[in-house]
């Protein structure tokens, strides 16, 4: 793995400041002109939803097109500290027609989204991933990848947490060959972004 020379991270804090994400976020739109390019954005794992609503907002092009991927009922198992059902949340209430939300397991949702948008899976790709369980981050990469290409964003909330979503990507990286490019990290690599080579 790679790091970019103009790669956004605020090595160590002691302290972590959740906000950061949106230094993170901000970092990403400039440097690589997200908002200038037609994107296909996925998060999986939108809880809330201020991260959905953040990229929506910031990314203008009505060509651009945002799916959000969430059971909206928690955890669909314990993920450390936290029960299954854990971060449970109402669909966000959003009136912007670019968007759209996939309610349910990614394992039950994803394939027929693939199937459906599969045109909108060859424009440039920004993953968030977000969904902190290692089933669920592994499972969705290894169903993106046919689709992965150079200049695609993989983005992760939880990525230091060493048996989720860094095995996850671990794993995915070593197993599929790929080659990506640290772009950004914040939190302690709590927060970090990926671009494929």
């Excluded at 991927?69 to 966000?92: C, H, I, Q, R, V």
Aim: proline share 3%; charged share 25%.
């Amino acid at each position: 793995m790679i790091k970019d020379s103009q790669a956004l991270d605020d090595f160590y804090s002691y302290k972590r400041d959740y906000n950061k994400r949106y230094l993170l976020y901000e970092h990403l739109l400039k440097t690589h002109k997200l908002d200038e390019d037609e994107i296909t954005y996925m998060e999986f794992g939108v809880a809330s939803g201020s991260s959905f609503n953040w990229w929506l907002k910031n990314l203008p092009l009505q060509s651009t097109r945002l799916f959000g991927f969430d059971t909206f009922e928690g955890l669909p198992e314990n993920w450390g500290a936290f029960d299954k059902g854990s971060m449970a949340y109402d669909l966000p209430d959003i009136s912007d027609n670019r968007a759209e939300f996939i309610k349910g397991l990614f394992q039950n949702t994803l394939e027929k989204f693939i199937e459906d948008k599969r045109e909108l899976l060859k424009k440039r790709l920004i993953i968030h991933l977000d969904a902190d369980l290692f089933s669920a981050t592994l499972y969705s990469l290894f169903m993106l990848k046919p689709f992965l290409k150079k200049g695609d964003i993989l983005m992760f909330d939880e990525f230091n947490v060493p048996n989720h979503e860094f095995y996850a990507f671990r794993l995915f990286c070593e197993s599929g060959y790929l080659k990506v490019k640290l772009i950004a990290a914040v939190n302690n690599y709590y927060q970090a972004a990926f671009i494929i080579q």
